[in-house]
């Protein structure tokens, strides 16, 4: 049954040094939904993002992707890192950044092969990247940037989707671009799990909500937990958004 | 005029400066530039330990002892900046300062002893291609071999593990087993080329090579030929001169031409050089005028 589940998270804690950053964090979400990682500052939303992804090596807990334990080798996976996460001034293309997407299918020590080309040709395509194919990574703007490391993501040809605040620092028609291509991502029975700051947009884009200080507060259907309630909770007293509702 | 061994000699110092082109590329990459010059210098108390544990100057023995203090001053970097407050460039000074002073003490020993004289130990400081001699060579060429040919290999998951860490640990690649073992091929080229070019220096033919190949090119296989073509001509060129005139050292000479290579790239290189931005600047301001 638990094949069903995109992520069941069980009694997940994690400390930095002695500082208990997340604290007995317990999640199911259903399969095929588009959810919102939402909390204010510091309230430990990559620290759970990199939890759930096995980065962390003090973290206490179970995590199970579609109802197994979380092993790379698997591949069902996509990452899309914060943008600052990243070395800009590497010396490489956004080609080549999106064809490391099909790095894992090839192991260690083989080239890619003609085939891996072309699907990441097609991942920049679909993100309307395919004619700065051969700019160098550096050179493009935050939001370009963004795009090239969702069609890597696209490029390995994930189940479930993580996504660490790909909206920071982009433009209003760039972040339209990304959001349709996680919808039409969702459409195809995908998960997707974003981390995401513009509580304005949550209803528009999302269907499922999860809140999360120090540890997750509610999960479910976004007109069930996006309540001023819920939010006054998660955030609480630093709350002025509470007309966006 | 080129004798057999200079020609040998000369293709070894190529060799060497390939091979550190190519590896000083993943280190510069990884801004790990200065751990390689701490690593070079600390490369001096093991070759005088060596001799004084032994009594021998086979190559062999003495690249085993630079290569175990040359390790050991990589990872007590490490130590320092993960368990310590101190950040790693005052990590490195530290490590180079202390395992170079501790390496010249010991060859003063050396010197002093009554083998020690003839043992030709003082050659390491800044290098002497020309004492080389067959088996040294044979040494060289396998190493520099093998530091190619594993670089190659590891290209693509270096490239990875440098640009993107969280993402290569996500789809499962080993960085911990990939950064060992890049550490260790760069450890390896130190102590290939401390012979040729000395401790002192040895660590600018892993810099300048790299360094010049950026401002070429925004591709890593691009600026890693570049890289190794730089690194080769210092070599040849360097070690060839160097030959010409006895008494001078190889080192210093294969770094002034590295270092020419690198100024000739500053001022013409067509995308980051001083010439082309000049000119881009100047067509700038007439069209500004025209308009």
């Known amino acids: 049954m638990r094949a069903l589940e995109a992520l069941v998270v069980q009694n997940l804690s994690v400390a930095y040094d002695k500082k208990r950053v997340l604290e007995n964090a317990n999640l199911i979400v259903p399969k095929g939904h588009l959810a919102a990682i939402i909390g ?22 179970e995590v199970e992707i579609l109802g197994k334990a979380f092993s790379p080798k698997s591949l069902v996976v996509g990452y899309v890192p914060q943008r600052n996460a990243v070395d800009w001034d590497f010396p490489t293309t956004a080609f080549d950044v999106v064809l490391m997407g099909r790095y894992g299918s090839r192991g260690l020590m083989k080239r890619p092969t003609k085939h891996d080309k072309q699907l990441a040709m097609q991942a920049l395509t679909s993100v309307g990247m395919e004619d700065y194919a ?13 795009r090239v490391f969702l069609a890597r993501a696209l490029a390995q040809n994930a189940e479930v989707y993580f996504l660490d605040e790909p909206f920071a620092g982009v433009d209003a028609a760039t972040e339209k671009t990304i959001i349709d291509i996680l919808k039409n991502l969702k459409a195809q029975g995908k998960s997707i799990f974003v981390v995401h700051h513009d509580l304005q947009t949550v209803k528009e884009y999302f269907d499922y909500t999860i809140l999360l200080n ?32 | 005029m080129l004798s057999g061994n200079l020609l040998w000699v000369l293709m070894g110092t190529m060799l060497l400066g390939i091979a550190a082109g190519i590896t000083g590329t993943f280190s510069f990459l990884q801004k790990q530039s200065l751990v390689g010059d701490a690593a070079a210098h600390a490369a001096l108390p093991g070759i005088a330990l060596a001799f004084l544990i032994t009594g021998q100057k086979e190559l062999p023995i003495l690249m085993i002892g630079a290569a175990l203090t040359s390790a050991l001053s990589v990872y007590c970097i490490q130590w320092i900046v993960t368990y310590s407050k101190l950040k790693a460039d005052a990590a490195i000074g530290l490590v180079l300062a202390v395992f170079f002073g501790i390496g010249i003490v010991l060859l003063t020993i050396v010197n002093r002893s009554p083998l020690g ?30 530091i190619i040919i594993v670089s190659l290999l590891l290209y693509k998951e270096w490239k990875l593990m440098i640009f993107d860490p969280v993402y290569a640990k996500g789809i499962g690649l080993p960085i911990e087993a990939l950064k060992a073992c ?43 030929i570049f890289s190794g073509i730089t690194g080769g001509i210092a070599g040849l060129a360097g070690t060839f001169i160097s030959s010409l005139r006895t008494g001078l050292s190889t080192g210093p000479i294969i770094v002034l031409f590295a270092a020419t290579i690198f100024f000739i790239s500053y001022l013409f290189s067509p995308k980051a050089g001083q010439l082309s931005k000049y000119i881009r600047k100047v067509k700038f301001r007439k069209q500004e005028k025209l308009s």
Do not use: C, H
Request: no cysteine; glycine share 10%.
């Open chain 1, 40 to 61: 204010p500052n510091g309230a430990g939303k990559s620290t759970f993002l990199k939890a759930v992804l096995n980065q962390l090596p003090n973290k206490v807990g």
């Open chain 1, 134 to 146: 051969d700019r160098s990574i550096g050179q493009l703007s935050g939001g370009q940037q963004q």
């Open chain 2, 182 to 224: 890049l550490t260790a091929l760069i450890v390896m080229t130190i102590v290939t080329g401390i012979q040729a070019v000395g401790v002192i220096l040895m660590s600018a033919l892993l810099i300048i090579p790299a360094a010049s190949a950026k401002l070429w090119t925004r591709r890593l296989s691009t600026m890693l």
């Open chain 2, 117 to 146: 004289n003839q043992s030709g130990l003082n050659d390491f400081i800044f290098g002497k291609a020309a004492t080389m001699t067959k088996a040294d060579l044979t040494w060289l060429f396998i190493s520099a071999a093998i």
């Open chain 1, 214 to 245: 120090k540890t997750i507060l509610a999960a479910g259907k976004t007109e069930e937990v996006f309540t001023a309630e819920k939010l006054q909770q998660t955030y609480g007293g630093n709350l002025f958004m509470m007309q966006a509702l």
